[in-house]
C-alpha cells in the first residue's frame, strides 16, 4: 500500500484541504475523526500524523484531545494551529490567550531551518488564524521561527521528530506552504510520493468491502456528477450488491431517463430500478407558482418516492446502506454532524435525516473528495466525458425553468429548446467552456409571423453563464452566430415558441436560475 498520512480532525475547515495538499503531494492521505485510537492508526502503518486546526481552545473545558498515546508510538507528528497548540499543551508547554488575535497574512521569519525549513527563503509570508498562542515550550522543543506575535509560530522537537506551526501551511495564502509540507512528508516521515488517482481507487475499494461485507447498497442516482462517479466506484467494489434508484420526477430534460438507463445499465451493467413518478410531481405541482413552494413539493415528493423504493427494496434483500455522492465542501458546509466538532456553517440538503429515518448507514466514498478530484475519478472509472464535466443541473429540474405553475405541455416545449441549445452548445465546443447553458420557458404570448400566418406563442429565454462556484457568474458572450443559429433552430423546430430572448444579467444581482 503506498505510504500514508493520518490526518487527525478537530474540526478545522482546512482539514480537508491538508489532506488534499497530501494527495498532491502524491501521499495517500486519510483524514480520521481525533478520538481515533494511537493503536489503530499504528495498526494501519501510517507514516506520520498531522494534527489539524480546529476552533475550540485548548484553554477551555472538554476542547477535543487526541489519545495521548500518539506521542509514544513513534510517528512523526505535525501540528497546526490548534494541532501545535494541542502539542505543546499536552507535552508539558504552557499555552495562554493571546492579546492579538493574529488573523490574516504575518511574515514569518525563519531562524533554524532543519528538515522542516530545508531549501527555504528565510522569511516567507504565512497565513494565521489564531487567538491562542504558546507561552511556554514543552521540554526537548526549540522555536524555529517567529511572527510578531508569535515567538513559537514554529516549533520542533528533532529528537522525537514532533513539529508544531501556527499558521496553516495548506492554505494558498501561505508562501512556500506546499513546500513546508512536503519536506514534512519527505524529509521527515519518509514517505515516498508515489500515490495516484488509481491507488485512491484501490483503497477505496478495499475500504467500501470492508465496510460494506455481504450486505447490500442503494443509491439514489440523478444522473448528475457525484451520484454517478460514487455509483462507479461502489459497483467497482461491490458488484450486484449495489441497486441504483432514479426517480423519474416528470421534469427532466429529453431523453434523460432513456439516457440514464443505457449509460448505467446497458454499459455499466449496473442494477438501476427506475421509478417513473411524473404524473405524481405534476399533480402535485398543479397550479403552484412560488418557486419555494415548487422547490417543497418536488423535495417532498422526492423523499417520499425515495422512501417508498427503499422499503420495498429493503423487504426483497438485505439493505443496510444508502450510498450518496457527499464531497467534501458538501461536508464542511455541514459539519454539525457525526459530532464534528466545527462550528455550524450551514445545514445542506445533502447530507443527514434520510438515511436515519430509513434505518440505513451511510456509504459516502467520495467524501474527503474536492470535486476536481472526483472528476478525475470519474475518469479513470471509466465514466464518458458527458458524465464527468456535465453541467450542473438543479434538483427541481426543469421544475424551477418553467416560470410559473407547470404544464406539461410548456415542459414539452422548453425540452425541445432545450436539446438545440445543448447541441449547439456541444457542436460549437462551447458546452465544456461555460458553467451552465439552459432555456427557460416564459409564460409570455408574443405575437409572430410564420409562412403567411400570424403566430401568437411563448417566449424562450436562453441563460448562459459563466462562473467559478456559482456564487457569483457573468453572463458568457457567445459569439453572435451561435446565437443566431440556436435561435432560428428554436423557432424553426419547436412549436409552442415564437421569440427567443438572451438573458444577459450577471450574478449578484440575478441568480443563475430564473426561480
Ligand atoms: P442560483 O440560481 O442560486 O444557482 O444562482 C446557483 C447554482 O445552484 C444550482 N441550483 C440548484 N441546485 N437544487 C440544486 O441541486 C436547487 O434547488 C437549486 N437551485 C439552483 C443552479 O443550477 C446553479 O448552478
Known sequence: MADTIAVLDFGSQYTQVIARRVRELRVLSRIYPYTTKASTLKAEGVKGVILSGGPASVLSKGSPRPDKKIFHLGFPVLGICYGEQLMAHMLGGKVSKSSHREFGHGTLRITKKGKLFSSLPNRLRVWNSHGDRISKLPTGFEAIATTENSPYATIQNTSKDFYGMQFHPEVAHSEEGISV?????????????????????????????????????????????????????????????????????????????????????????LDVRVAQKGSLFLSRLKGVSDPEKKRKIIGNTFIEVFDDVVTRLKKSGDYNFLAQGTLYPDVIESVAIDGNPAALIKSHHNVGGLPKKMQLSLLEPLRELFKDEVRELGKELGLPKEVVWRQPFPGPGLGVRVMGPIQKKDLEVLRKADAILHEVMIESDLYYTVWQSFCVFLPVKTVGVMGDERTYENVIAIRIVESIDAMTADWARIPYEVLRNVSNRIINEVSGCNRVVLDISSKPPSTIEWE
Not at 481507487?201 to 440523478?222: F, P
Not at 462507479?232 to 429529453?254: P, Y
Open 181 to 269: 509540507l512536503r519536506n514534512f512528508l519527505v524529509k521527515i516521515c519518509c514517505c515516498k510520493q508515489e500515490w495516484s488517482m488509481s491507488s485512491y481507487i484501490k483503497h477505496s475499494i478495499q475500504t467500501i468491502r470492508d465496510q460494506v461485507g455481504d450486505k447490500r447498497v442503494i443509491l439514489g442516482l440523478s444522473g448528475g456528477v457525484d451520484s454517478s462517479v460514487a455509483a462507479a466506484l461502489i459497483h467497482k467494489a461491490i458488484g450486484s450488491q449495489l441497486t441504483c434508484v432514479f426517480v423519474d420526477n416528470g421534469l427532466l430534460r429529453l431523453n434523460e431517463r432513456e439516457n440514464v438507463k443505457r449509460l448505467y445499465q446497458d454499459h455499466f451493467d
